[in-house]
DNA sequence: CTGTTAGCGCGTTCAG
DNA sequence: CTGAACGCGCTAACAG
């Protein structure tokens, strides 16, 4: 293993020198970087990550704290596109990434997930998926003792961003081009919400009660807590009475869309997230296309801001509407 | 933080002394164990892997290296089951897992990324989904710098284990059971095989061959490459003239059955893997359910066996064969 | 059985 | 602008 010692000899300077290059310190000779910059290249030196974040106490060391749903795959789309996307930032800004599931907090303190965090040399966190009922996340985030960003969930402060798409926005903007698209006597629309309570879903039913304020129609809505099979129950139960269903997700637009298919009578349906699985509905659908990947991106970047002590702050990603069926999405 | 230095204060002996309590050393008095852990419990301390692993130069790191295919959303759900398996099990072991994707080690020479890897500090290796064609992580495996567990490749010297289902057996025996169930006039099979040269695919064809030989039918074959819509393709052309599909993987099932529907004709299918998404496919199938999560953990396990300097090995896992369809996978 | 001491590889003062 | 010296938190000999 070649060490910094080892360049330093080769580039015929002291360590300390090196190390100022290797972190673009101000005030080195144009000469010097060049020379210690060949004796890098020469030796292939890449620094210990291990060593450096010890000494620095500065790890760029950030968790990526992830709630993988083992119940559906669909979740599983969402979850592996963060993962990659952050992962792969991380590793272009030269930080590491350390996955975390909600599994492996359960049953611990507050207490006990800083210190186990801090023993990691974690200093920031990214927290995907976190909902209001996550007591342990929610007093973390509170306390303020770690950089904090969080996906999906609108609270910021000093040492917390959020980065999401306008979630409110775009459940207006799909259901409003579904429901244009389909000018028939389209006046009854069925929308089947997330969860009580939860923090995007409540943006989302705003976003259409404030579409029906615009487009005029009456607006039934029942919660289908993101799940398939509660939606597949609601459009049996309610889907004939109305001429649209827009749901919260495409999961259960896809529960939707097999209940009508079983009831053997066709409304349009429209989703939210932009999986893949959307394909596999039986029929097209329009949904918000999210970036999961560029999302998780952009949160590497914001934490990485945050460590280097700026305020905390909301990011809004772009969204696009999409239409999904089979043909388009197999490979 | 606390240190380990508070935790010998407190309890009154020298750091080395509470150093050797906590890696369970031989040769410590009842009594100052007791003490010791008294004093970590109170203070809360947990050892700094950091400094730990900067030390002991023996870092429990593994890095976990994955290829998201970003194409399909199927292997979201097989990448993912790893993911949890192996970082679950990682910190049941106190060892730290670094995630990997294929996409950051393309362009690099086996030299950079062995460098990368020991800048990193990981000492063992767990790879998911190697092809034959990867021609870095082939060298890296070779040349036994590292310690690595090979999950579904066949390969296994001094410093390399591989852990994988009896591929050969099991595509024998969802085939098997398929056929038997449909004990009409079944006398052509088609089998719609994986990538030409891949290890898994290799194995499975050979099930194939041997079940072809047991229950002597003809066996037509075609290599659907793991893609859908090359299975649909194949069914489209030969699925009419056969009286039973079977597939190398549930994508392929799915496609293949799809083409089925869309010929307005029904033939038994079967695929292997086990995925979520075989809900979708529109009718029951057969398949071979792979646990991934116990796999990936059996390959933690394995690669700290192989650090704690035993042999490299094979170990083979338990595959089950199940029947799935829609209101089985919905929740 | 326990304590002392010297590093692990690097970042960071602070003189020069 | 450079380099010597110290320390991050811990483990590993070696003394005692």
Redesign the pocket.
Same mark, same amino acid.
């Given at each position: 293993?070649t #060490? $910094?010692?080892d360049v330093a000899k080769r580039a015929g *300077? !002291? *360590? /300390? #020198?090196v190390?100022?290059v $290797?972190?673009h310190y101000? =005030? $080195? /000779?144009e000469? #010097?970087i060049r020379r210690v910059t060949e004796a890098i290249d020469e030796l292939q030196f890449v620094? =210990?990550a291990i !060593?450096?974040s010890? /000494? /620095?106490?500065?790890s760029g060391r950030i968790a990526l704290i992830l709630n993988p749903n083992t119940q559906t795959q669909a979740i599983d789309e969402i979850t592996m596109r963060y993962m990659t996307g952050a992962v792969t930032r991380a590793r272009e800004l030269r930080m590491e990434l350390l996955p975390v599931f909600f599994s492996m907090l359960e049953e611990k303190s507050v207490e006990e997930v800083e210190t186990f965090l801090h023993s990691q040399g974690v200093g920031g966190l990214i927290i995907c998926g976190m909902s209001k009922d996550d007591y342990v996340l929610q007093r973390l985030v509170a306390r303020e003792h770690f950089k904090v960003v969080l996906v999906d969930v609108p609270i910021s402060n000093a040492s917390t961003s959020y980065v999401s798409v306008d979630q409110r926005a775009a459940q207006a903007d799909v259901a409003r081009k579904t429901i244009l698209e389909n000018q028939g006597p389209s006046k009854d629309v069925l929308y089947i919400s997330g969860k009580q309570n939860g923090y995007v879903s409540e943006d989302r039913l705003q976003g259409m009660l404030d579409l029906a304020r615009e487009l005029e129609f009456n607006l039934s809505v029942h919660s289908g807590e993101f799940s398939e099979k509660k939606a597949r129950e609601i459009t049996l139960k309610y889907g004939e009475v109305n001429d649209i269903i827009v749901c919260a997700s495409d999961l259960m637009a896809i529960g939707a869309m097999r209940a009508l298919m079983d009831l053997d009578i066709f409304h349009p349906v429209c989703g939210f997230d932009g999986i893949t699985l959307m394909g596999y509905a039986g029929k097209q659908m329009n949904t918000v296309r999210q970036n999961f990947h560029d999302i998780a991106a952009e949160a590497v970047d914001e934490v990485a801001r945050l460590i280097g002590g700026e305020q905390g702050r909301a990011v809004i990603m772009p969204h696009e509407l999409v239409r999904l069926e089979y043909m388009d999405i197999i490979v």
């Open positions: 293993m #060490t $910094i010692r *300077v !002291a *360590v /300390s #020198t190390s100022k $290797i972190n101000p =005030n $080195i /000779s000469d #010097t620094p =210990n !060593a450096s010890l /000494s /620095s106490k500065q």
